[in-house]
């Protein structure tokens, strides 16, 4: 967007990884709602493509602010005009440094853990967010223990009602063949041979796009395909090593049978983990898949950066930060502007891409002296996305986020087919959740953002027998 808007300014893209992200297969859905397909790329594309862009593959090792000056990791320095800072956010690993713990968030990481996952009996999946979900639905032929802290599946997307409609997909034996995977993936030559150990996921990739899982072979040792026990209201207490745990002289348990079937293994697993629960399960390895913290490291020393509580570089509503020609976007930044009444910030691919996108169009404002709007896509979270191969559109406070019991729930639910789910407040629409083809997204994006006074309608909003949307139109 940068090299678009000044074609006759040096752009410098600085990356540590070799390849770049690109959006493909582009499409806006409705006003809000956008998808699209992430796709690796070589750099040179980039370069062909603008060529007033040069990308340096580096690390970062400094910024001095006050001085205008990027120090990257090869020993070089790069003066600046303005910089935007899109350094993303890295997996919060339950327990640094153990090798049998692996934190998934970007492609690497999820070639290292396919290639354990292919000698593996038993592993444990810890989190409750979009990946977690993605991977314990993908994986075939291997125990998963599932450990989430909530009462239900997918915390962050859904509530228990919608995770109830997807559970049944979870036991399903076997699963409709997977779809072609549409990404194009580059392998960097040389680069498999230093063999990453499973841990080492210190060089930080770029982030997982929407459906990483599909080119990847997710399969274990074992002859079934679907072997999920989910510990619920619990996380991780303590991690042991084979020799710790045998020394302790404690009972590992069984893969559970039924409800209430409690085993001590026999078997020996190279990595125990203890639940705040008190059960213990030996496995293969421990996927960490539980959330991610704003890579904020190589930039505060010596820089006075407002920070967010999430650990964030506060952002204004012209996405910049605390410091003179400093911006920043996506997953590295915090939103501390007033936000529309159905917006809030998640660290997903949607709001990183319209995040980057405006940030440059403000940065050009800047330059040239001018006064920009909010970008629309602020006004209504909106986000869509495939869960246990249903499609999944999220809008608005679809989870009643910071509403206060001040609302109510209209639920639609057809099993197996699909699920809707409408949060209202003072009889107007403030989110909403669909699961399925239910076409229903544009119409409640409009009553959503137009904040139409809706009681009048009662259940009858969601009654199937009314076709709303032509109500609406």
Same mark, same amino acid.
């Given at each position: 967007?940068?090299?678009?808007?000044f074609?006759?300014?040096?752009i410098?893209?600085?990356?540590?990884?070799?390849?770049?992200k690109?959006?493909?297969?582009?499409?806006q859905?409705?006003?809000?709602?956008?998808?699209?397909?992430?796709?690796?790329?070589?750099?040179?594309?980039?370069?062909?493509?603008?060529p007033?862009i040069?990308?340096?593959?580096?690390?970062?090792?400094?910024l001095?602010?006050?001085?205008?000056?990027?120090?990257?990791?090869?020993?070089?320095?790069?003066m600046?005009?303005k910089?935007?800072?899109?350094?993303?956010?890295?997996?919060?690993?339950?327990?640094?440094?153990?090798?049998?713990?692996l934190?998934?968030?970007?492609?690497?990481?999820?070639?290292?853990?396919?290639k354990?996952?292919?000698?593996?009996?038993?592993?444990?999946?810890?989190?409750?967010?979009?990946?977690?979900? &993605?991977?314990?639905?993908?994986?075939?032929?291997?125990?998963?223990?599932?450990?989430?802290?909530?009462?239900?599946?997918?915390?962050?997307?859904?509530?228990?009602?919608?995770?109830?409609?997807?559970?049944?997909?979870?036991?399903?034996?076997?699963?409709?063949?997977?779809?072609?995977?549409?990404?194009t993936?580059?392998?960097?030559?040389?680069?498999?041979?230093?063999?990453?150990?499973?841990?080492?996921?210190?060089?930080l990739?770029?982030?997982?796009?929407?459906?990483?899982?599909?080119?990847?072979h997710?399969?274990?040792?074992?002859?079934?395909?679907?072997?999920?026990h989910?510990?619920?209201?619990? &996380?991780?207490?303590?991690?042991?090593?084979?020799?710790?745990?045998?020394?302790?002289?404690?009972?590992?348990?069984?893969?559970?049978?039924?409800?209430?079937?409690?085993?001590?293994? &026999?078997?020996?697993?190279?990595?125990?983990v203890?639940?705040?629960?008190?059960?213990?399960?030996?496995?293969?390895?421990?996927?960490?898949?539980?959330?991610?913290?704003?890579?904020?490291?190589?930039?505060?020393?010596?820089?006075?950066f407002?920070?967010?509580?999430?650990?964030?570089?506060?952002?204004?509503?012209?996405?910049?930060?605390?410091?003179?020609?400093?911006?920043?976007?996506?997953?590295?930044?915090?939103a501390?502007? &007033?936000?529309s009444?159905?917006?809030?910030?998640?660290?997903?691919?949607?709001?990183?891409?319209?995040?980057?996108?405006?940030?440059?169009?403000?940065?050009?404002?800047?330059?040239?002296?001018?006064?920009?709007?909010?970008?629309?896509?602020?006004?209504?979270?909106?986000?869509?996305?495939?869960?246990?191969?249903?499609?999944?559109?999220v809008?608005?406070?679809?989870?009643?986020?910071g509403?206060?019991?001040?609302h109510?729930?209209?639920?639609?639910?057809?099993?197996?087919?699909?699920?809707?789910?409408?949060?209202?407040?003072n009889?107007?629409?403030?989110?909403a959740?669909?699961?399925?083809?239910t076409?229903?997204?544009?119409?409640?994006?409009?009553?959503i953002?137009?904040?139409?006074?809706?009681?009048?309608?009662?259940?009858?909003?969601?009654?199937?027998?009314?076709?709303?949307?032509?109500?609406?139109?």
């Amino acid at each position: 967007k940068l090299a678009a808007e000044f074609p006759s300014e040096d752009i410098f893209l600085i990356t540590s990884s070799p390849v770049i992200k690109a959006v493909t297969n582009f499409k806006q859905v409705s006003k809000t709602l956008e998808e699209f397909d992430v796709e690796e790329q070589p750099s040179s594309l980039l370069e062909k493509r603008y060529p007033n862009i040069r990308v340096i593959q580096s690390g970062v090792k400094q910024l001095k602010s006050d001085e205008h000056i990027i120090y990257t990791e090869d020993g070089k320095e790069y003066m600046y005009e303005k910089l935007c800072l899109c350094a993303g956010a890295k997996p919060k690993l339950i327990v640094e440094g153990n090798p049998y713990v692996l934190g998934i968030r970007d492609t690497d990481s999820a070639q290292a853990f396919q290639k354990n996952l292919a000698q593996a009996e038993r592993i444990v999946v810890v989190g409750n967010g979009g990946i977690a979900l &993605e991977l314990v639905y993908e994986i075939q032929g291997c125990e998963v223990i599932w450990a989430i802290k909530d009462k239900a599946i997918g915390n962050t997307f859904f509530d228990a009602g919608a995770a109830e409609f997807l559970l049944p997909k979870l036991t399903a034996e076997s699963q409709e063949t997977p779809i072609e995977c549409k990404r194009t993936k580059y392998t960097l030559e040389g680069n498999e041979e230093k063999g990453r150990s499973a841990g080492a996921s210190d060089k930080l990739g770029s982030a997982l796009g929407p459906d990483w899982h599909e080119g990847l072979h997710l399969k274990g040792t074992q002859e079934f395909s679907h072997k999920v026990h989910i510990e619920i209201l619990c &996380e991780v207490k303590k991690i042991f090593l084979q020799q710790e745990f045998i020394q302790l002289q404690r009972t590992s348990l069984t893969f559970p049978k039924g409800e209430r079937s409690v085993e001590a293994d &026999e078997v020996l697993w190279p990595v125990y983990v203890e639940l705040t629960n008190g059960k213990i399960y030996g496995c293969n390895f421990i996927v960490s898949a539980t959330g991610v913290v704003p890579n904020v490291e190589p930039f505060l020393d010596g820089n006075n950066f407002a920070v967010g509580e999430d650990g964030g570089l506060k952002v204004d509503k012209h996405m910049h930060t605390s410091l003179p020609d400093v911006y920043a976007a996506g997953d590295i930044c915090t939103a501390a502007w &007033e936000p529309s009444p159905v917006w809030h910030q998640m660290r997903l691919w949607t709001q990183a891409r319209q995040m980057g996108w405006y940030a440059a169009k403000c940065m050009a404002a800047d330059a040239l002296g001018e006064s920009i709007d909010m970008d629309f896509s602020f006004e209504l979270f909106a986000h869509i996305t495939k869960f246990f191969n249903y499609k999944v559109v999220v809008l608005g406070k679809y989870n009643a986020q910071g509403l206060g019991s001040d609302h109510e729930l209209m639920l639609r639910c057809t099993k197996g087919h699909e699920y809707v789910k409408v949060v209202m407040q003072n009889g107007r629409m403030m989110g909403a959740v669909l699961i399925g083809e239910t076409d229903l997204e544009e119409t409640f994006e409009n009553l959503i953002l137009n904040q139409m006074d809706l009681s009048a309608y009662g259940e009858d909003l969601l009654n199937p027998d009314i076709d709303i949307e032509d109500y609406f139109d």
